[in-house]
């Protein structure tokens, strides 16, 4: 049999701001039913990166901030802050630089929240934050909706990847918008990462075979019934649909065709009528 | 003078600084410090003095998604 190897995941990994991951999940951190599962999740996926956040000290979100911190630097993957949360750009410039310097990281997960009920990125303010972290020296993964011109907009002022939503945070959806997204994947030949809206493996492996890059997600993991289970069905999805895109294919047909081989079909033509 | 420390309204004497805001709380690391929505990094706590009214934050690293 002849070798045939399109497809090394040694050759085929993820370049992001000139940075190499081995994987192309990225995991968020938060909502799982423990500090221990998602420890456990984390090691049975393997993520490029996972995020994590900033809230005031003594809030009860921050009240566990120390153990988690101790949990960050045992996972050893690197770290991805976020702005979540941040309404205005100078609530999201401010925390950037705040995350800066607590993670002791350039990456930013840009997200700027224009509508609470649905946590729709603020299209109109967003490319202004990005361009202004951008020039302060951040490598900026912006969360955003999946239009094409802000999309193209974020690339122009220097975002050398971009992360459209599949569906609204936390919904688990999946892709509510098929079109806009392989459009989108068609025109920009950046790194697309579909962040936030995913539910199932099969959300994540279709974005794949789609040709996205990457995906983020959390609450699919995170809350469900075994999260460590499902981080390691997300990883191998995202795998397979990345294989299945470097594969080719085929192109989908109107008519049957048969598979097996026609020449040499017995009681060929027989009249059953 | 009075300063609100997330939220908190708090009484510092008149020449305090950023590092004695962080004191008053027990900040433990890691943290990060803005005073009116503008980051200060930890090298000028010291030096930043603060003014009446100012409003500061100090955060901490939590999960996120």
């Given at each position: 049999?002849?070798?045939?190897a399109?497809h090394s995941p040694?050759?085929?990994?993820?370049?992001?701001?000139?940075?190499?991951?081995?994987s192309r999940l990225?995991l968020g951190?938060s909502?799982?039913?423990s500090p221990?599962v998602l420890?456990?999740?984390?090691e049975?996926?393997?993520p490029?990166m996972?995020?994590a956040s900033?809230?005031?000290q003594?809030?009860?979100?921050?009240?566990?901030?120390?153990?988690?911190?101790?949990?960050?630097?045992?996972?050893?993957?690197?770290v991805?802050p976020?702005?979540?949360g941040c309404h205005?750009?100078?609530?999201?410039?401010t925390?950037?630089?705040?995350?800066r310097e607590?993670f002791?990281?350039?990456?930013?997960k840009?997200?700027?929240?224009g509508?609470?009920?649905?946590?729709?990125?603020?299209t109109l303010n967003l490319?202004?934050?990005a361009?202004?972290?951008i020039?302060?020296?951040?490598?900026?993964?912006p969360?955003?909706?999946e239009?094409?011109v802000?999309?193209?907009?974020?690339?122009d002022?220097?975002?050398q990847?971009?992360?459209?939503?599949?569906?609204?945070i936390?919904?688990?959806r999946g892709?509510?918008?098929p079109y806009?997204?392989?459009?989108l994947?068609?025109?920009?030949?950046?790194?697309?990462?579909?962040?936030?809206g995913l539910?199932l493996p099969?959300?994540?492996?279709q974005?794949m075979?789609?040709g996205?890059?990457?995906?983020?997600?959390n609450t699919?993991?995170?809350?469900?019934t075994?999260?460590?289970?499902m981080a390691?069905?997300f990883?191998?999805?995202?795998a397979?649909?990345?294989?299945a895109?470097?594969?080719?294919?085929?192109?989908?047909?109107d008519t049957?065709q048969?598979?097996?081989?026609?020449?040499?079909?017995?009681?060929w033509?027989?009249?059953?009528? | 003078?009075?300063?609100?420390i997330?939220?908190?309204?708090?009484?510092?004497?008149?020449?305090?600084?950023?590092?004695?805001?962080?004191a008053?709380?027990h900040a433990k690391?890691?943290?990060?410090v803005?005073?009116n929505l503008?980051?200060?990094?930890?090298t000028r706590?010291?030096v930043?003095?603060?003014q009446?009214?100012?409003?500061?934050e100090?955060?901490?690293?939590?999960?996120?998604?």
């Amino acid at each position: 049999m002849p070798s045939t190897a399109p497809h090394s995941p040694a050759s085929d990994a993820l370049v992001l701001y000139g940075q190499t991951f081995q994987s192309r999940l990225l995991l968020g951190t938060s909502r799982y039913p423990s500090p221990a599962v998602l420890e456990a999740a984390v090691e049975r996926a393997h993520p490029a990166m996972v995020t994590a956040s900033l809230r005031r000290q003594g809030s009860n979100a921050a009240e566990t901030g120390s153990s988690f911190w101790e949990l960050l630097k045992r996972l050893n993957v690197p770290v991805l802050p976020n702005t979540a949360g941040c309404h205005s750009v100078q609530e999201a410039v401010t925390t950037a630089y705040m995350a800066r310097e607590v993670f002791d990281t350039p990456w930013i997960k840009l997200e700027l929240i224009g509508d609470d009920y649905t946590l729709q990125p603020d299209t109109l303010n967003l490319v202004e934050a990005a361009a202004q972290l951008i020039r302060d020296g951040f490598q900026v993964l912006p969360y955003c909706t999946e239009d094409l011109v802000l999309c193209q907009r974020l690339v122009d002022v220097g975002c050398q990847a971009v992360m459209p939503w599949a569906a609204p945070i936390g919904t688990g959806r999946g892709p509510v918008n098929p079109y806009a997204l392989q459009v989108l994947r068609e025109r920009l030949d950046v790194p697309l990462l579909v962040d936030a809206g995913l539910g199932l493996p099969s959300h994540a492996c279709q974005v794949m075979e789609w040709g996205y890059d990457g995906v983020l997600l959390n609450t699919a993991v995170a809350l469900a019934t075994d999260p460590v289970a499902m981080a390691g069905a997300f990883a191998d999805a995202v795998a397979a649909g990345r294989a299945a895109r470097s594969a080719g294919a085929m192109a989908a047909q109107d008519t049957a065709q048969p598979s097996t081989p026609v020449l040499g079909t017995p009681f060929w033509h027989h009249d059953h009528g | 003078m009075n300063i609100f420390i997330n939220q908190t309204l708090v009484a510092l004497h008149g020449s305090a600084t950023v590092a004695d805001a962080v004191a008053h709380v027990h900040a433990k690391p890691p943290f990060a410090v803005a005073v009116n929505l503008q980051f200060v990094p930890n090298t000028r706590y010291a030096v930043h003095p603060l003014q009446d009214g100012d409003k500061i934050e100090i955060i901490a690293p939590v999960t996120g998604g």
